[in-house]
Antibody
Framework: QVQLQESGPGLVKPSETLSLTCAVS????????WSWIRQPPGKGLEWIGY???????NHNPSLKSRVTISVDTTKNQFSLKLRSVTAADTAVYYC?????????????WGQGTVVTVSS | DIQMTQSPSSLSASVGDRVTITCRAS??????LNWYQQRPGKAPKLLIY???SLHGGVPSRFSGGRSGTDFTLTISSLQPEDFASYYC?????????FGQGTKLEIK
């Protein structure tokens, strides 16, 4: 049973870098592909980016290249960095597993972590 | 980028009702359309992938359909636990995009 758990600071100052980690249990991180998704308060879901094969990465152009997604195979986890944050980046951040054999659907999600951008 | 337009944004219904939610893609996405359910304060859960395939453990009262670039999620007989928000999502090409969501409320 694959499980995901996000972690990181709940409060980030404007212009700083948001850093989150998603710990994967129940499977090797090299066995699947992974994604980050966020949800501003009271709003819908926004795809942030993904990584395939532990190396290839893509992110939402709307985030203007502020995104870095990386993997740490020794810790079986992957990470998100979002630079130069503003209040608009306040959201619940989710990590998710991509089921590549099933139309790249997000079949397993972490519980989400709340990040507030405020001074 | 592919835009997903979901309707209605909210819907009131009663237990036992049959309801349908629609999602329209701005261009062809073949059958790369997935549906999620989100209860308040919880992470989304995958219901349907590939426009019509039921994810494991999802009740058979949920079904998905497609006509061209129009997709539907139908719940055949609403149960109390089905009152939640629903989102469509295209996985045809990046950037992956979600519909705006439909909030299903008890009438």
């Amino acid at each position: 049973q694959v499980q995901l758990q996000e972690s990181g600071p709940g409060l980030v100052k404007p212009s700083e870098t948001l850093s989150l980690t998603c710990a994967v249990s129940g499977a090797s991180i090299n066995s699947y592909d992974w994604s980050w998704i966020r949800q501003p308060p009271g709003k819908g879901l926004e795809w942030i980016g993904y990584m395939y094969n532990g190396e290839s990465r893509n992110h939402n152009p709307s985030l203007k290249s502020r995104v870095t997604i990386s993997v740490d195979t020794t810790k079986n986890q992957f990470s998100l960095k979002l630079r130069s944050v503003t209040a608009a980046d306040t959201a619940v951040y989710y990590c998710a597993k991509i089921e590549s054999g099933n139309y790249d659907a997000f079949d397993i999600w972490g519980q989400g972590t709340v990040v507030t951008v405020s001074s | 980028d592919i835009q997903m337009t979901q309707s209605p944004s909210s819907l009131s219904a009663s237990v036992g009702d049959r309801v349908t939610i629609t999602c329209r893609a701005s261009q062809s996405i073949s059958t790369y359309l997935n549906w999620y359910q989100q209860r308040p304060g919880k992470a989304p859960k995958l219901l349907i992938y590939g426009s019509s395939s039921l994810h494991g453990g999802v009740p058979s009262r949920f079904s998905g359909g497609r006509s061209g670039t129009d997709f539907t999620l139908t719940i055949s007989s609403l149960q109390p636990e089905d009152f939640a928000s629903y989102y469509c999502q295209q996985s045809y090409s990046a950037p992956y995009s979600f519909g705006q969501g439909t909030k299903l409320e008890i009438k």
